[in-house]
C-alpha cells in the first residue's frame, strides 16, 4: 500500500510527462510514496525493466560477489517486477503498451515472473518485446546448455500477442509444440504474429525455426546472431522478408527457398556453416559475406551487388 507522505498533487498530464523521462525501476519505486504514482504507471506506454542498472552497494564485497549477485537479483524481482505487477493488477484502467523491455539474469525461479510479465504485455496490445534473460557463461557454453539451463519459450505462449510489430529476443529457447516434419507444416489460416515486421534473435536455440517463420506472414526483416538449432539445415521460408542477416550460427546448411522473391539484402558470417542454397531470390541486391569454406549456391549474379565475398 502508497504511504500518504504529504507529497503535493500534480496534474496527470505533468505526471505522465515526469514519469516517461524516469526509468522505468524508478517509477515502481515511488509508488511506495504516492497512491498517485500508483494510478499512473499502468498508463506509461513504455516500460524498461534492466537489472544492470542497478547499483552496487557501498559495502561491496569482490569476494563475496555471486552472493552478492543474488541478493540484487531478489531485490529486483521482488521489489520491481512483482510490485509492478500489483500496481497492474489493481488499475482497472490499463492502456495499451507501445514497448516493453526486459533485462535481467535468469535462473529457473524466474520462469514464472517472466510468464506472468509476457502475458501482462500481451493484454496490454504491445507493440515492441524486447527480452534478454541471461544466464551463467558456464551455463550457457555447456554442450546443449541451451535446453536445459534458459528460459524455454513455447509459440503458443505469443497466441496473444497479434499486434506485435517488434519482437527482439536473447538467451532463450524457442520449441515448438507440434510433432512433425517442419517441412510439411501446413499454413494457418490464422497466423501467429499477422503484425510482425521485424524479428531479431541472439543467442537462442531454436527446435524449429522454419515453422515460426511462416506465422509471420509480414515480416520484412529477420537477424540470427549466435543461434543454434536441432537441425542441421535451417530453413527460411516467407513471401514478405526483405534483409536477411545471419551471423555466427550453429549450422551446416542455410536455404532460402523459392517463395523468398522480396528478398533485397542478404549478411552472413560464418566459420561453421558450409553451404548457403538460394531459390528463386531475383530481388536480391546486396549481400555480403564472410566464411573461408562456405560454397554458395543459385546466385543470380546479374541482379546483385556483392558487397564483400570471402572464399578460398
Given at each position: 500500500?502508497?504511504?500518504?507522505?504529504?507529497?503535493?498533487?500534480?496534474p496527470?498530464?505533468?505526471?505522465?510527462?515526469?514519469?516517461r523521462?524516469?526509468?522505468?525501476k524508478d517509477?515502481?519505486?515511488?509508488?511506495?510514496?504516492?497512491?498517485?504514482w500508483?494510478?499512473?504507471?499502468?498508463?506509461?506506454?513504455?516500460?524498461?525493466?534492466?537489472e544492470?542498472g542497478?547499483?552496487?552497494?557501498h559495502?561491496?564485497d569482490?569476494?563475496?560477489?555471486?552472493q552478492?549477485?543474488?541478493?540484487q537479483?531478489?531485490?529486483?524481482i521482488?521489489?520491481?517486477?512483482?510490485?509492478?505487477l500489483?500496481?497492474?493488477e489493481?488499475?482497472?484502467?490499463?492502456?495499451?503498451?507501445e514497448?516493453f523491455?526486459?533485462?535481467?539474469?535468469?535462473?529457473?525461479?524466474?520462469?514464472?515472473i517472466?510468464?506472468?510479465?509476457?502475458?501482462?504485455?500481451?493484454?496490454?496490445?504491445?507493440k515492441?518485446?524486447e527480452?534478454s534473460?541471461?544466464?551463467?557463461?558456464?551455463?550457457?557454453n555447456?554442450?546443449h546448455a541451451?535446453?536445459?539451463?534458459?528460459?524455454?519459450?513455447?509459440?503458443?505462449?505469443?497466441a496473444?500477442?497479434?499486434?506485435?510489430?517488434?519482437?527482439?529476443l536473447?538467451?532463450?529457447?524457442?520449441?515448438?509444440?507440434?510433432?512433425?516434419d517442419?517441412?510439411k507444416?501446413?499454413?494457418s489460416d490464422?497466423?501467429?504474429?499477422?503484425s510482425?515486421?521485424?524479428?531479431?534473435?541472439?543467442?537462442?536455440?531454436?527446435?524449429?525455426?522454419?515453422?515460426?517463420i511462416r506465422?509471420c506472414?509480414?515480416?520484412?526483416?529477420?537477424?540470427?546472431?549466435?543461434?543454434?538449432?536441432?537441425?542441421?539445415?535451417?530453413?527460411?521460408?516467407?513471401?514478405?522478408?526483405?534483409s536477411?542477416?545471419?551471423?555466427?550460427?550453429?549450422?551446416?546448411?542455410l536455404h532460402?527457398?523459392?517463395?523468398?522473391?522480396?528478398?533485397?539484402?542478404?549478411?552472413?558470417?560464418?566459420?561453421?556453416?558450409?553451404?548457403?542454397?538460394?531459390g528463386?531470390?531475383?530481388n536480391l541486391?546486396?549481400?555480403?559475406?564472410?566464411?573461408r569454406?562456405l560454397?554458395v549456391?543459385?546466385?543470380?549474379?546479374?541482379?546483385?551487388?556483392?558487397?564483400r565475398?570471402?572464399?578460398?
Amino acid at each position: 500500500m502508497a504511504l500518504n507522505v504529504g507529497l503535493p498533487h500534480i496534474p496527470d498530464l505533468v505526471m505522465c510527462q515526469i514519469i516517461r523521462l524516469l526509468p522505468t525501476k524508478d517509477v515502481v519505486r515511488m509508488s511506495f510514496l504516492s497512491k498517485q504514482w500508483e494510478d499512473v504507471l499502468s498508463s506509461v506506454p513504455v516500460l524498461d525493466f534492466d537489472e544492470c542498472g542497478e547499483r552496487r552497494p557501498h559495502n561491496f564485497d569482490p569476494d563475496n560477489y555471486q552472493q552478492q549477485q543474488q541478493q540484487q537479483h531478489v531485490k529486483f524481482i521482488d521489489n520491481i517486477l512483482t510490485k509492478y505487477l500489483e500496481l497492474y493488477e489493481k488499475d482497472k484502467h490499463k492502456e495499451s503498451l507501445e514497448k516493453f523491455r526486459l533485462r535481467m539474469m535468469y535462473s529457473s525461479s524466474d520462469t514464472a515472473i517472466v510468464d506472468k510479465l509476457l502475458n501482462n504485455s500481451f493484454d496490454r496490445g504491445v507493440k515492441e518485446l524486447e527480452i534478454s534473460l541471461r544466464v551463467s557463461k558456464s551455463n550457457w557454453n555447456r554442450a546443449h546448455a541451451a535446453s536445459y539451463h534458459c528460459f524455454c519459450l513455447s509459440p503458443t505462449t505469443l497466441a496473444n500477442a497479434k499486434s506485435l510489430t517488434t519482437l527482439k529476443l536473447e538467451y532463450m529457447r524457442i520449441k515448438e509444440s507440434l510433432k512433425c516434419d517442419e517441412m510439411k507444416l501446413p499454413e494457418s489460416d490464422t497466423p501467429l504474429l499477422p503484425s510482425l515486421k521485424i524479428m531479431s534473435f541472439k543467442n537462442v536455440h531454436f527446435n524449429f525455426l522454419y515453422s515460426l517463420i511462416r506465422e509471420c506472414p509480414s515480416i520484412e526483416h529477420l537477424s540470427l546472431i549466435s543461434c543454434s538449432f536441432d537441425k542441421a539445415i535451417v530453413f527460411v521460408s516467407t513471401s514478405s522478408l526483405k534483409s536477411l542477416e545471419a551471423k555466427y550460427c550453429k549450422a551446416g546448411f542455410l536455404h532460402v527457398q523459392d517463395d523468398a522473391k522480396t528478398l533485397e539484402s542478404l549478411t552472413f558470417v560464418s566459420t561453421r556453416m558450409r553451404c548457403i542454397m538460394l531459390g528463386n531470390t531475383h530481388n536480391l541486391r546486396h549481400i555480403n559475406i564472410h566464411s573461408r569454406q562456405l560454397k554458395v549456391q543459385n546466385f543470380y549474379e546479374s541482379s546483385m551487388f556483392i558487397t564483400r565475398y570471402d572464399r578460398p
